[in-house]
């Protein structure tokens, strides 16, 4: 990949259900390419990893979502698993957190079933991105675009469908939070319609 991450701080949004490799091998490549890494979740204590149905280790979390600032962060990596983002985008802090990565032009890469988060965040429309197949109606109801690739860049969002997309989402996510900030990705998040409880 070559391109260093040294001097950026990259948040890693996660809870129970987060799907390990999911998690591990973005995180690996992350610290690999110089960042330093910060798991975030809705509590202090250690989530629950899973390997697809089989609980998995368990990760330590360095932060709880409600008591960071996306303004500390240069990037947002959002893992996938099915009850990950389940419990994530019924998170006010949560959904507040990735909603002001998109308002700074941050940019933020996600994998998997992750991209539900950015319906809740409402931050899925208007762009251009791929899921897990089981989702993508959710992302076309939401007003996405939704295409079936191994990984989508749209102004900072970097997306991908399942395990198998790693290596290419690592490189593109790598990639984008070396840029660093991305207009468009701020304009987009500004055009989209706020979220309405």
């Known amino acids: 990949m070559g391109q260093s991450l040294s001097g950026k701080t990259i948040a890693v949004l996660a809870t129970d259900g987060v799907e390990l ?15 330093t890494v910060q798991i975030v979740s809705l509590k202090t204590q250690p989530i629950q990893g899973f390997n697809h149905l089989t609980p998995g280790d368990t990760v330590p979390v360095d932060k709880a979502v409600a008591d960071v600032d996306a303004g500390s962060y240069h990037g947002l990596l959002l893992p996938g698993g099915v009850a990950n983002p389940d419990a994530l985008r019924g998170d006010d802090d949560a959904l507040k ?6 308002d700074q032009g941050k940019p933020v890469a996600a994998i998997c079933h992750a991209p539900w988060v950015l319906i809740d ?20 109801n939401a007003g996405a675009t ?9 102004e900072g969002l970097v997306t991908s469908r399942c395990p198998d997309d790693i290596p ?20 987009a998040a500004a055009d989209a319609p706020r979220p309405t409880a």
């Open 121 to 140: 965040a409402g931050v899925a429309e208007g762009r251009t991105l791929t899921a897990f197949k089981t989702i993508r109606t959710d992302l076309r």
């Open 146 to 154: 939704v295409v079936d690739e191994e990984v989508v860049v749209d």
């Open 168 to 187: 290419a989402f690592n490189a593109k996510m790598i990639e984008e939070f070396a840029e660093g900030r991305h207009r468009g990705q701020a304009q």
């Open 21 to 35: 490799i999911e998690l591990t091998d973005p995180v690996k490549a992350l610290k690999d390419a110089g960042a």
């Open 97 to 102: 957190f990735v909603r002001a990565f998109f």
